[in-house]
């Protein structure tokens, strides 16, 4: 049986976060972090440390491959899981549950991921935060500040330079530089700047012109990864909620796609192929918001240094003196629908810090993750969503409305399936 947020697994329930009911927190033993380490210790390369997620897989799932496939599909949490057909086939012999991070936002969890470090130590906090340069908030996934006519790449600045320090797929580590496939239009851009290190970025537009490309990468590869980045179901799910019936034919459209390549690469590659099935976060079905537009907008710009935002979380970035008349009038504003959290209370959820000299937190480093993840934090409960603008205002006849968001740290949004198993196992599902 899958897990699910009426019926957890039992060691899910260690990691409810008694700050907040209904909130969970991140194990970084057994989170995205790892995933990673994982993947080169099935390609034979023993990392510095032990690849904490292979002990969580069942004795199904391999240990060794001589080629992995690395499908990470954004915002595949165990709703979504639920409506497919072969992965959900896979999961008792060849799957396990891990955490996303905080927040759990794609710009944050992705580059949790590909640089297998938590955000407190890959300089990504959030979707729209706060960096010292440009002295400005930016957004994270598109590497602009909002209002701005270009990039910051366009501009001229490398934002790896805001990384805290080198990210696994920074350095050779002794497995050879893998590939990895996302939509055209993302390639090099925005946030592929920083996550991806050495990796050789490729694009496509459809699925299976996708995923044809992995084949030929996996027939031409003696050992090595591959990776294909999907977004269908995070833009489907932003708009149709993740247990929609629309949503069960995407996610077995996609497996049928990939189980069809599986069938078309020889038998030998298949089965020496491992396939590595993870998502960066889940989503949270909105049932009702708060605004953050007219007077609560205009207050906050009055009151604070600057506002960002992931998803469901709110970043308040203050000047000295501000911290407790703007906590007291969030805490007002927010009533019964979240809490806010001072950065004392919730630094810690970004993962394991930089280690001072002495051995204990870097102060410097400190200051830094106060900067970017914010003085207050706030968190909105199971359902509850900002409105970022006046629903009374004219829109188009046809355009989408948000219906799930994530960022948060509920049970759908935190826990994510994870699945290891030989890619020519699909073909019997």
Known sequence: MLPSAANPDQQMERLRWPAR???????????????????????GHAPAEPAPLLQHLPAGSPRRAKRVLLLCLDAFGFKELA?????????????????????????????????????????????????DFPGAVVDMLRMTVPGAAASLNAAGFDVNRWKREPGILDTANGVPDGYHLMNRHIVGSGLSQLI??????????????????????????????????????????????GDAPQMGRTVRRIEDDLAWMAGQLPRAVAEETALVVVADHGQSNIRETLPLYGEAQEWLAAHTRAVGNS???????????????????????????????????????????????????????????????GDLVVLLDDGCNWQRR??????????????????????????????VAPLSALLDT
């Open 21 to 43: 009911e209904g909130f969970y927190r991140p194990d970084y033993g057994r989170a995205l972090t790892g995933v990673f380490p994982t993947l080169f210790a099935l390609l």
């Open 83 to 131: 409506q497919s057909r072969r992965f959900a086939a896979l999961y008792p012999e060849h799957g396990t549950w891990i955490t996303s991070v905080f927040p759990t936002i794609t710009s944050c969890a992705l580059s949790s991921i590909y640089q297998a470090l938590p955000p407190a130590r890959h300089g990504i906090t959030g979707h729209v935060i706060w960096k």
């Open 196 to 241: 991806y290190g050495r990796t050789r970025l490729v694009g496509y537009v459809a699925a299976l012109e996708g995923f044809t490309k992995a084949a030929r990468m996996l027939e031409a590869l003696d050992t090595g990864w591959v990776g294909v980045y999907m977004d269908d179901v995070d833009s489907l799910s932003h708009v149709l909620t």
């Open 311 to 373: 998803g469901r979380v709110l970043h308040l970035y203050l000047d000295p003196g501000q911290e407790a008349p703007v906590a007291a009038w969030l805490r007002e504003f927010v009533g019964d629908k979240g809490q806010v959290f001072t950065f004392d209370e919730i630094k810690a959820l970004t993962g394991p810090p930089l280690d001072g000299t002495g051995g204990g937190v870097d102060a410097a480093h400190e200051a830094w993750l106060r900067r970017s993840l």
């Open 390 to 419: 006046d629903p009374a205002k004219p829109q188009g006849p046809y355009e989408s409305q948000l219906v799930s968001q994530h960022g948060s740290l509920t049970w759908n949004e935190l826990f994510v399936p994870f699945l």
